[in-house]
């Protein structure tokens, strides 16, 4: 099913709220203009899509980083809470899990536990807690993947979590 936006009027209370929640926080500019960009992208797309043209790609998947306490979590509800309002999720649920839940001792196992969490949050959004432990360097050292090349294989979330 394809996901389409539209500024439904029972739910631009809650895109407002959501914004207005948004600019209360201190700080992080970059985040803030990031979450707006994507609202505008959205709506630039509905509109789009109503004169029959091709719609802009929009990455949806961000990466929050930043030490313990600078809103982390607080951000990644605010987005999801942004994308159900506008319609890119079909639920309002936050799943968070941390980068120790998609790892395991067993052979093959990690790959199997994030297909069951990843299942778990289809239309929803995931929260990954610390996951720059899934891309530690030490088995770089012998030649094996890390834990994070195993379970996801998105060479641009590994390029963001070596950078970050």
């Known amino acids: 099913m394809e996901a389409r936006v539209c500024p439904n009027l029972t739910r631009l209370w809650q895109i407002k709220e959501i914004f207005e929640e948004l600019d209360a926080l201190i700080g992080i500019p970059n985040v803030k203009k990031s979450m707006y960009a994507v609202y505008d992208t959205m709506l630039a797309n509905w509109e789009l899509e109503n004169n029959a043209k091709p719609a802009s790609d929009i990455f949806l998947n961000h990466v ?3 030490n313990s306490g600078t809103g982390k979590t607080t951000l990644a509800k605010l987005y999801a809470r942004l994308l159900c309002a506008t319609g890119m999720i079909s ?45 530690d360097n030490t088995s770089a050292s012998t030649g094996n993947k890390s834990h994070g090349e195993q379970v996801c294989p998105c060479a641009a979330l590994h390029a963001c979590m070596r950078d970050c």
Do not use: H, P, Q
């Not at 052979?107 to 891309?135: Q, R, W």
């Open 91 to 135: 639920k309002e649920e936050f799943i968070a899990k941390s980068a120790t839940d998609f790892i395991s001792s067993a052979v093959g196992a990690s790959s199997e536990k994030t297909k069951s969490i990843l299942k778990l949050a289809e239309g929803k959004v995931l929260f990954i807690d610390e996951a720059y432990v899934l891309f």
């Open 64 to 66: 929050f980083v930043g």
